[in-house]
């Protein structure tokens, strides 16, 4: 599956519709719902090096990043890119993914 697609499920599922919303907007609306976070990064990212700091996310108004800003920054660097905003969500996803079901039979 394409990583837009993988990235636009997790942001939904995980941040940013409720179940019911997503059954009414379709993918479309889920990958429109990524598409509108990565143009929020942009405009937030004041001296435009790709990077959001903490302060630049809150003066950016990018609130699911300023909630979630220590847990997506794994490398605990301060800063964090798209591609780490990305992985959150799908971390956040797997996270969320019930365990497989076993085929082994038990008796």
């Known amino acids: 599956m394409p990583r837009v ?3 636009a499920l997790a942001f939904a599922a995980y941040a940013v519709l409720p179940m019911p919303a997503i059954a009414q907007s379709g993918l479309s609306g889920i990958t429109e719902s990524v598409r509108t976070l990565d143009i929020n990064f942009d405009a937030a990212d004041a001296n435009h090096d790709g ?6 996310a809150k003066a950016g108004h ?6 979630n800003f220590d847990a997506i920054d794994t490398r605990h660097r301060g800063l964090v890119s798209k591609d780490d905003v990305h992985q959150f969500i799908q971390r956040a996803l797997m996270r969320s993914q019930p365990a497989p079901a076993s085929s082994a039979k038990r008796n």
């Open 5 to 7: 697609i993988l990235i």
């Open 62 to 67: 990018v609130p699911f990043i300023v909630k």
């Open 51 to 56: 990077l959001l700091s903490k302060d630049e």
